[in-house]
């Protein structure tokens, strides 16, 4: 067993090429994912982060390159690249626009029946994938189209899980949802990697997210993987570096340095709200036992 | 993959054929297909040669690209020379070859030969030269705008051209997402395991429906949103409706108007005496 669960070597991918629209969307990349954590890969619009998705699952073909899972060239046996698909789960942006069935238990059921899986087998999984993201089994029966836009994308989401992929990745999967519904979805995410043990890779361009999330943090910026390290040292390369790549730093962060300009003595290496919480609340006792 | 489709033909590109007024090469084309109807002799069809020759250089577009326009209609160019090949009449003494196949009779003359080359000469013209002046150096809105222009006259006569030209646009404007769109979703199932390549027709179509009814609840949301902005911005109907881009016929426009129409003439170039070519009695009428 390799380190890494995937890892990609000088991959490069260029849309229509030959044509006046000939784009080149990721730009030979290395990247290894670490086995058993939450990866993320953040970059603005157009850093070729889906098309970088694409090639991770065998949708896309790199052009230049390989993509190892489990360090094997997916590509070695072209014919087999269906299964590299169930290996590697992705699950696209608005994923809710994908259902399609009578019921929610069908639409999980869509990948592991594809899989060739047992009834029984089918079954079990269907039920984890759904416990896994929250939704009862009152649900089952329900068509997809009569739930709320959380519960949809969750559904969504339990159908790549069903598949039980060695790695899950998920592309924006909090997008367009409230703070409660993201709250809810990425709680979910880690709960499953927690009891799973699998690796996940999450992809976002928000820098809060994956300050609370990620272990680890890739930056595309132009179809180039700039940074790719612990999230706590990408965030740390200071903001001037991150906003020349287009990436805002967390909020949060931003408020810790007003205040260390203010002369309050707090860290300025603070990503996350519980963070700021233990650097905070200590200074606030303090201020009140001097008043 | 879905994304290598191109929707239309349309080549961007800044030549001249380019810049000109969309209503201009609708009328040009219109008047290129008139020239090549009315060209009888060889040495017509020489000028018409060089002339599509010319276009292609003008429009700077590759003529690799511009020739794969011919591509779809293979089959019908060489039906029609067949057929033009063994059903024209002529003399007896310009029999070239006579076959007896049971009991058909069918019989090659020189007139067939010649008329046969000149239908697909014709045809080839025909498309070339509209792919050049019009599918591809105009965007497809161009075009629309352009058709709406010409046919502007219809609406005092009740005809709804105003209607037609944005249902036309706005279906113009949603192919390529409707495309990104199904090429999104078949991704998505393939993730999931789809397989759309493999098992008999039943299973194929079958294979489809996991695509097909999130595209058509997609579709059906997306012209909801658009009518409702579509309501919120006011929109009433062509009636007292302004333009952003408004269309200039310039000089140039109409000196390539000029320039078209001027082969029309050559219907009356003559024809090379067919004593050159060393037969008789030849007709190349049709």
């Known amino acids: 067993m390799s380190e890494y669960a995937i890892e990609l070597k000088g991959v490069s991918y260029t849309y229509g090429k030959g044509t006046p629209f000939m784009k080149l969307a990721v730009d030979h990349v290395d990247l ?29 073909r790199p052009q230049e390159g390989t993509v ?54 089918i079954e079990r999984r269907v039920k984890e994938a759904l416990a896994f993201v929250g939704i009862g089994e009152e649900l089952y029966d329900a068509s997809p189209f009569d739930l709320s836009g959380g519960q949809k994308r969750r559904v969504a989401i339990a159908g790549v899980i069903a598949m039980e992929p060695e790695v899950l990745i998920l592309d924006e ?31 976002s361009h928000s820098m809060d997210d994956m300050a609370r999330y990620a272990e680890e943090t890739a930056v595309l910026c132009g179809g180039r993987a700039v940074m790719m390290d612990e999230t706590k040292k990408v965030f740390s390369a200071g903001r001037e570096t991150l906003e020349k790549l287009g990436l805002n730093v967390p909020q949060i962060t931003l408020l810790m340095e007003k205040l260390a300009q203010m002369g309050l003595p707090v860290s300025k290496d603070v990503f996350t709200v519980e963070e700021a919480k233990r650097e905070l609340l200590p200074l606030l006792k303090g201020g009140q036992s001097d008043a | 993959m879905l994304k290598d489709i191109t929707l239309g033909q349309f080549f961007p590109g800044n030549s001249l054929l380019h810049r000109l007024d969309p209503r201009t090469k609708i009328l040009c084309s219109i008047l290129l297909i008139v020239a090549v109807f009315l060209a009888k002799s060889a040495l017509a069809y020489g000028v018409l040669i060089l002339l599509t020759a010319a276009l292609i250089i003008i429009s700077q577009i ?46 090659i003359r020189v007139e067939g030969i010649v008329s046969a080359v000149k239908m697909a000469l014709r045809i080839v013209l025909l498309i070339l030269q509209t792919s ?58 393939k993730s999931r395991g789809a397989d759309f390549s493999s098992g008999n027709v039943i299973r194929r179509v079958k294979a489809l429906v996991p695509v097909l009814i999130p ?15 579509m309501e919120c911005r006011c929109y009433r109907g062509g009636t007292g409706r302004t333009r952003m881009k408004i269309m200039k016929m310039t000089a140039k426009d109409f000196l390539f108007i000029l320039f078209c129409a001027l082969f029309i003439a050559v219907r009356f170039l003559p024809m090379i005496s067919s004593s050159a070519l060393g037969i008789t009695g030849m007709n190349f009428s049709f």
């Open chain 1, 68 to 121: 190892l899972l489990d360090g094997k060239d997916v590509w070695e046996k072209p014919g087999k690249i269906r299964e590299i698909a169930f290996r590697v789960g992705l699950v696209f942006q608005y994923p809710e626009y994908q259902l399609f069935e009578e019921t929610v238990r069908k639409d999980v059921s869509y990948g592991p029946k594809n899989m060739g899986l047992s009834d029984a087998e």
């Open chain 2, 62 to 107: 590759p003529a690799g690209t511009v020739f794969k326009a011919l591509k779809p209609l293979i089959v019908i160019i060489i039906i029609t020379a067949f057929f033009n090949m063994f059903f024209t009449g002529g003399e007896e003494e310009n029999v070239l070859a006579d076959f007896r196949i049971w009991f058909l009779h069918p019989v």
């Open chain 1, 173 to 203: 999967p909090a997008a367009g949802l409230d703070p409660r519904g993201r709250a809810e979805i990425f709680g979910n995410i880690v709960n499953y990697k927690e009891k799973t043990g699998r690796t996940v890779i999450i992809v």
């Open chain 2, 132 to 189: 050049v002046v019009l599918t591809y150096t105009t965007s497809p809105i161009d075009m629309t705008d352009g058709i709406e222009r010409l046919l502007s006259p219809l609406a005092k006569i009740r005809v709804p051209v105003h209607t037609f030209a944005m249902m036309m646009s706005l279906a113009l404007r949603f192919i390529p997402t409707l495309i990104e769109e199904t090429d999104k979703i078949i991704s998505a199932q």
């Open chain 2, 215 to 229: 595209l058509l609840l997609s579709s059906f949301r997306r012209a909801d949103d658009l009518a409702l902005a």
């Open chain 1, 32 to 60: 290894n994912i670490r086995r058993g954590i939450i990866t993320g890969i953040i970059g603005h619009t157009g850093s070729g982060k889906s098309t970088l998705l694409q090639m991770m699952n065998g949708l896309l």
